[in-house]
């Protein structure tokens, strides 16, 4: 449950089901009238067989996918919690032919964590 907003970013519509603190919970990506991909940010929304949670640390994320085919940075993104002041650096292991990108967030001293993943359709 939540409330639904819609934006238009480069081409895109995209959906965002935000949770009752106004946070983003799930992205949904359109384009032609046709879903391309869910960027989630809630583990309730993750599929149960893909074998990582959000908030699961790089060793675990690499142990089930191995390397990433490339990383791409993504810099300043906006906090997931209204708590939180400043932005975040974030960088997204991509990973083609499984369809799915996890973008792991760094908090201290510790190893990076899943922020959120992107689920796609492989074009």
């Given amino acids: 449950r939540g409330n639904l907003s819609r934006s238009f970013i480069s081409g895109w519509k995209v959906w965002t089901l935000l949770d009752q603190q106004q946070n ?3 992205h949904v ?7 391309e991909a869910f960027r989630i940010f809630n583990q309730s929304y993750v ?3 893909l074998g990582v949670a959000i908030n699961d ?7 089930k996918f191995g390397e990433p085919a490339f ?3 993504e810099p300043g993104i906006k906090p997931l919690l209204a708590s939180q002041q400043s932005a975040m650096v974030a960088k997204n292991y991509v990973y083609p032919v499984s369809q799915v990108s996890f973008q ?10 899943i922020h959120s993943l992107l689920l796609f359709r492989y074009l």
């Fill in 29 to 35: 990506y359109l384009r032609n009238g046709r879903t």
């Fill in 47 to 49: 599929p149960g067989g």
């Fill in 24 to 26: 983003p919970i799930l």
């Fill in 57 to 63: 640390e790089l060793p675990s994320m690499k142990g």
């Fill in 104 to 113: 792991l967030v760094r908090s201290g001293p510790n190893s990076p964590q």
């Fill in 71 to 73: 990383i791409l940075e």
